[in-house]
């Protein structure tokens, strides 16, 4: 007797005991189809929660390295720039100095192109990439080389007169100039005038650039240099030969003393200019290791982007069907209740 | 002569009639009096010495006769003091004299003065003071018999004497060190399982028992009990003054205990309380308290009484427990219907009836009494009815004779002008 | 005297048969109220052959009210845990809004990124500062909910035993009124439903065992781990809220009968109900990833913490992150860092500091990175990146993995807290489920079924009539009877 009865509280509530929880799901799955990832991430994903927050990490990281890789490379690619730049005017100078000129007109010519290669250089040697001076190393803010004219052109002018006991200003003295040895001038080259341009005359009189190149992160494990520094042979050399070209007072002097600057003018440039393709091949590398970091990342943030799917997000089809399916069931509850309530033996007695 | 003796007689049967139509008048007046008894007229001729030849009518002599014996159906009340007989014996009762009656009108309620339990009639119930022990009565008197009252039972309070505590111990618990068991009363004391219980001291006042049970030793428990009021606010330990009982336990393989059975706790202002723990055991698994009774009471106003169907008397105190005070006799007497019924549905004893014989219900051969129930009368209305008519008849048929034999005198009479 | 005898069986018929319809009128009532037991007349048969109720009894079952019991107790114990693991999770947020400490850590170590490879643009210094202090806010934030979860919780501990005491003192009015009507044979199935309603909600507060000690319907009730809660009397259920809870602090335990049973220290342990639940999210879960937040202030000062660049061995100092009165870097736990964690104000623009001295050296003198003086250093920033990124050592204590980088340690805490939550919410589920179940089964055992009750009713009405009918008939008897009287 006991066991069959049923109470009229379990009978009439029986349909309805499921469907809080019914509603509950349906408002989770309509909320998943719409915005297709799980209602609730971190109840489904339990104890694999914090790898999906990981992977979120892991893919703002990659994606702020792609951003600052482009920052790097515009850099790569401007100092490309200022270098072809600067190995393009150079060239034709050293064409011009090939040919050894002779008579005075072609000299003071190639004087004044020599000057314009310097102020050029300089100039492109100052650069800035927005707030970064290209070639200035990690002390970017300074432009890395003085001002021909207001530094360097003094310590020459004071070591010519030093040396060959010049008059001032040395280059148009024109007498003392013509007296100057090929011997002599020789070793002025070797001596006083590679000292300007060598630690630590070079740092103090030229160059307020850092040694270090500028570095970047590229990818989680590479790090690349993205600059070259003044510091450099390469400027040292070209910055020496443009001077000697420029302010020696070229046209003054003694034909065979002419032809030793002109010799060892022509091999310091091609020195110069050799380390420049150099340098240019070592920011080539710099840049297809950063392009190849590129490639790399993207391909791993899809990667990661697939994975944080793979964990959060549902499949809309099956919420779909769990939506028709559920829906249904409601309907069924709703209608069964309601047929239960109507259901009393009073209605018949 | 025989014309007199005519007139005589058929007023002899008149009377008689009378005195029937008397006793149904009562007994359809009485229809509803708890308790009642039925009261019948029975007629006996008286009859003249008589001739061959000549009848001198007689007369009808009547005689009253009670059902007393007749069992009255019983009606249920819902006064646990309305009491009933089913069966043989009567309620001995006294009137506010104090002399003791017979009666079955057991619609007895207490009387607000006396505390009494006092019937419709203002007949008081009588009952064996057993409060003290057995009732000390005589088969054949009212001695030691005392009212009812209800009243005199109040604010009863009992002392704890005996208990039952039974609980598992469970056999896997540490063991507490020696220098920690509670019995040391020591502020580290430690101990594996506690529960508390309410006693009663002499006055009834609540003293709450601390039991400590303590695993000292594989198989061996250490039972400790303090009195809970002097335990250190918090912590407990350690409690103002030592333990009041500890008892070392032990057990066997299966988890039986094997050391004493009883514990014996001196509750401080009371008893000394004697535990059955013999049921106690060691098993592995968690301490389970099962059972943890103690008898007394505290002080408690009686909110109502019971009357069993042997006739105790029990007192129902406000927390339930229940004290005897009295038990109900039943008198009897050979010849019930003999009985002389008085005012106030009560019966006294005559010749006829016999002595008195005063036993307990449903002991020998006795009723057994029905609390919540009133014996109703045994009168059958239709019956009554029934005889009622007859008598109205007989009636008429001796009013008829007188008028006949009254007529003859008057023819008598005129013959002479 | 037979019709007279008749009359009155007839009479004690209709009396009983009103009190079964007015029982079962109150069975009617009663079949909304989940509380209510089925209460059944039962008639018998006197002596003389009349009917007479003699009880009213109530349908029990006492092996599904047990069940019942112990469902209620579990599932409140589990849905108090869950709701103070949910409000602690509430503190991750779902991955997708990056709310946690741990998607944070991810922001600064992004900002940090890019400030290293751009170190002269103070603007991505800026985003490196507002990435530290939204991290120092979502720490002190989450550590502020982890105080104030553990202070509810010790607040509902504290009501709970008020309310369980409150209970308990009602139960023993109610034990005595049934106690005292067992005694007297009184119709005391409604105080018994009353009381047993008051059970189930003690259960709530607390698990228990009831133990009936069969005279008079005396009920003695002993917590789940055998403590004496009800015996005559009610025993006392003490508690002292803690003014404070600071980190690491265990709060007070709850002593029944001046026995402990909630805490580590606790000789009889309850195992269930709303108490336990709440015990176990303020002393071990909140406490639990209270540590863990701690842990990641820790990892954090020590991540960025500067080192003496001269080798002179002077103590390393907290760079980026630090702490009012910092002296030096914590090695071990220390209580309450996450609440106290903040950017240090040297490299805060809003405090008067400058972004650039993170790239430098913030503390200066022989804590100075940057020598040279290059605003495109990056040395000590890739730095920062990699010791952000490197191993630790965290306490074991928190239950996480103790060697790992702060990011994985991080995201180990998410994990942590997301896996207790879906655990707890299994087992609210499940326990709800348990409950829902017991308690139909014991609905269906002790409830009422209105067409059954109305099935009754028609045979009392039956009855009813028959009895009426047999009066009539008596009653018409009479009437013939007193019509021959003339």
């Known amino acids: 007797m006991r066991t069959s009865l049923i109470s009229t509280m379990s009978l009439n509530s029986a349909p309805r005991t499921g469907l809080a929880e019914m509603q509950e799901r349906l408002a989770a799955a309509t909320k998943e189809v719409a915005t297709g990832r799980h209602a609730d991430t971190g109840l489904v994903l339990a104890d694999r929660t914090g790898r999906t927050v990981s992977l979120r990490q892991e893919m703002g990281s990659l994606d702020s390295m792609i951003t600052s890789n482009s920052v790097a490379r515009s850099r790569i690619e401007k100092t490309h720039l200022a270098l072809e730049d600067i190995g393009g005017s150079i060239q034709s100078l050293q064409n011009n100095l090939t040919g050894l000129p002779d008579s005075t007109q072609e000299i003071a010519i190639l004087r004044r192109q020599a000057n314009d290669a310097l102020d050029k250089f300089v100039s492109t040697m100052n650069t800035a990439d927005g707030r970064v001076h290209l070639f200035a190393g990690t002390n970017s803010e300074t432009p890395p080389l003085a001002e021909y004219d207001s530094g360097p052109k003094a310590a020459l002018d004071a070591a010519l007169i030093a040396k060959f006991g010049l008059t001032s200003p040395p280059q148009e003295d024109t007498a003392g100039l013509a007296a100057i040895t090929p011997a002599d001038m020789s070793d002025f080259l070797d001596n006083e005038f590679a000292a300007m341009f060598s630690d630590p005359d070079w740092t103090s009189v030229w160059s307020s650039a850092a040694d270090e190149p500028l570095q970047s992160r590229i990818s989680p494990t590479e790090t690349v240099a993205t600059s070259i520094s003044a510091n450099g042979t390469a400027t040292r050399d070209l910055a020496k030969a443009l001077t000697a070209l420029a302010d020696f007072g070229i046209d003054h002097l003694a034909p065979e003393t002419r032809a030793v600057v002109f010799h060892r003018s022509l091999s310091t440039m091609n020195a110069g200019l050799t380390q420049t393709v150099t340098d240019r091949a070592m920011l080539g590398v710099s840049q297809q290791r950063l392009d190849a970091a590129d490639t790399r990342m993207r391909n791993a943030r899809d990667i990661v982007e697939q994975r944080i799917a793979a964990f959060e997000a549902v499949n809309p089809v099956e919420k779909k069907a769990e939506i028709d399916q559920l829906s249904v069931q409601i309907e069924m509850s709703y209608s069964l209740t309601a047929k239960l309530l109507r259901l009393s033996i009073m209605n018949y007695a | 002569m025989s014309l007199y003796g005519l007139l005589r007689t058929s007023v002899s049967g008149m009377n008689a009639q009378s005195t029937k139509l008397s006793t149904i008048g009562d007994n359809v007046a009485n229809s509803d009096t708890a308790g009642y008894k039925r009261a019948s007229t029975e007629f006996s001729s008286l009859l003249m010495a008589n001739s061959k030849t000549n009848y001198n009518s007689g007369s009808v002599v009547s005689s009253i006769r009670y059902a007393i014996n007749e069992q009255g159906a019983l009606s249920y009340t819902t006064s646990s003091t309305d009491l009933a007989v089913q069966g043989d014996g009567f309620f001995v009762v006294n009137d506010p004299t104090g002399m003791p009656f017979l009666t079955r009108a057991g619609s007895f309620t207490r009387d607000g003065n006396t505390g009494n339990l006092v019937n419709a009639a203002g007949f008081t119930l009588m009952g064996y003071d057993i409060s003290e022990g057995d009732a000390q009565g005589t088969l054949n008197g009212y001695a030691n018999l005392v009212p009812i009252d209800i009243s005199a039972m109040n604010m009863q309070a009992s002392a704890s004497t005996t208990g039952i505590f039974t609980a598992n111990l469970p056999s896997d618990a540490g063991i507490v060190a020696a220098a920690d068991l509670p019995s040391t009363n020591a502020a580290t004391a430690d101990y594996t399982a506690k529960s508390s219980i309410v006693v009663y001291d002499d006055l009834g006042s609540e003293v709450v028992l601390d039991i400590y049970f303590s695993k000292s030793a594989d198989s061996t428990w250490e039972a400790a009990v303090y009195d809970q009021a002097d335990a250190t606010p918090g912590s407990s330990f350690p409690y103002s003054s030592a333990a009041l009982a500890t008892q070392t336990m032990t057990f066997d393989a299966n988890g039986n205990l094997t050391s004493a059975g009883t514990m014996t706790i001196p509750v401080p202002g009371g008893q000394n309380v004697t535990v059955d723990i013999s049921k106690m055991t060691q098993l592995a698994t968690d301490y389970t308290p099962l059972t943890a009774t103690v008898d007394g009471s505290a002080p408690s106003t009686v909110t109502d009484v019971e009357i069993g169907e042997n006739g105790i008397v029990q007192a129902i105190y406000e927390n339930g427990s229940k004290a005897a005070a009295y038990r109900i006799p039943l008198a009897d007497v050979p010849s019930p219907d003999k009985l002389q019924p008085m005012a106030g549905n009560i019966f006294s004893t005559t010749l006829e009836s016999g002595d008195v014989t005063v036993g307990f219900p449903t002991e020998s051969g006795l009723g057994s009494l029905v609390s919540g129930a009133l014996e109703q009368s045994n009168v059958d209305l239709a019956t009554e009815f029934t005889e009622m008519i007859v008598a109205q008849r007989s009636y008429t048929g001796n009013s008829k004779v007188f008028q006949t034999g009254n007529e003859l005198l008057d023819t008598l009479m005129n013959l002479k002008r | ?486």
Not at chain 3, 50 to 62: C, Q
């Open chain 3, 1 to 486: 005297m037979s019709l007279s005898v008749a009359l009155n069986t007839a009479r004690s018929s209709i009396q009983a048969t009103s009190t079964q319809i007015a029982t079962s009128g109150k069975n009617v009532a009663g079949a909304d109220d989940p509380t209510y037991s089925r209460k059944i007349a039962s008639k018998t048969t006197t002596a003389d052959g009349s009917a007479r109720l003699v009880s009213i009894g109530r349908a029990t079952d006492v092996a599904l009210y047990t069940r019942m019991l112990g469902a209620t107790s579990a599932t409140t114990g589990a849905t108090a845990r869950l709701e103070g693991i949910e409000r602690l999770a509430e503190t991750v947020g779902d991955p997708e809004l990056e709310t946690s400490p741990a998607a944070k850590i991810g922001a600064l170590s992004s900002a940090l990124l890019e400030y290293a490879n751009t170190p002269d643009d103070p603007l991505f210094g800026q985003n490196v500062v507002t990435a530290a202090s939204d991290l120092t806010r979502t720490m002190n934030a989450a550590a502020e909910t982890v105080l104030t979860v553990r202070k509810d919780a010790d607040a509902d501990i504290a009501a709970s035993v008020d309310r369980l005491n409150g209970l308990l003192g009602r139960f023993e009015e109610m034990n005595q009124a049934v106690v005292a009507g067992s005694g007297t044979g009184r119709d005391i199935t409604q105080l018994m439903d009353q009381r047993d309603a008051l059970l189930s909600q003690i259960s709530e507060e607390i698990g228990i065992s009831v133990v009936n000690r069969g005279q008079n319907n005396d009920l003695v009730l002993y917590t789940d781990s055998g403590v004496t809660l009800f015996e005559t009397r009610a025993r006392v259920v003490a508690f002292t809220p803690a003014s404070i809870l600071t980190a690491g602090m265990t709060g007070n335990a709850v002593t029944i009968d001046g026995v402990p049973v909630t805490g580590s220290n606790a000789s009889m342990p309850l195992q269930s109900g709303r108490l336990v639940g709440l015990t176990e999210v303020r002393d071990e879960v909140a406490m639990t990833y209270q540590r863990q937040l701690d842990e990641m202030a820790r990892g954090l000062v020590t991540a960025f913490a500067e080192a003496d660049q001269t080798a002179g061995g002077a103590p390393d100092l907290p760079g980026l992150f630090t702490f009012p009165s910092a002296t030096g870097v914590p090695g071990v736990v220390t209580a309450n860092l996450s609440v106290v964690l903040q950017v240090n104000p040297a490299v805060d623009p809003a405090q008067g500091g400058a972004v650039a001295r993170l790239r430098d050296g913030i503390n200066g003198g022989v804590y100075t990175y940057n020598t040279g003086g290059g605003a495109s250093f990056s040395v000590r920033l890739r730095g920062l990146v990699d010791g952000l990124a490197g191993n630790q050592s965290f306490d074991a204590g928190t239950g996480l993995s103790p060697v790992s980088s702060l990011q994985e340690f991080a995201a180990g805490s998410v994990s942590w807290i997301e896996a207790l939550r879906a655990g707890a919410t299994r087992s609210a589920d499940y326990e709800t489920a348990l409950l829902s179940r017991a308690s139909e089964a014991l609905s269906n055992a002790t409830g009422v079924n209105l067409d059954e009750e109305y099935a009754i009713q028609l045979q009392l009405e039956q009855s009813f009539g028959a009895s009426s009918r047999l009066i009539s008939v008596i009653d018409d008897l009479f009437k013939t009877l007193l019509g021959i009287v003339r």
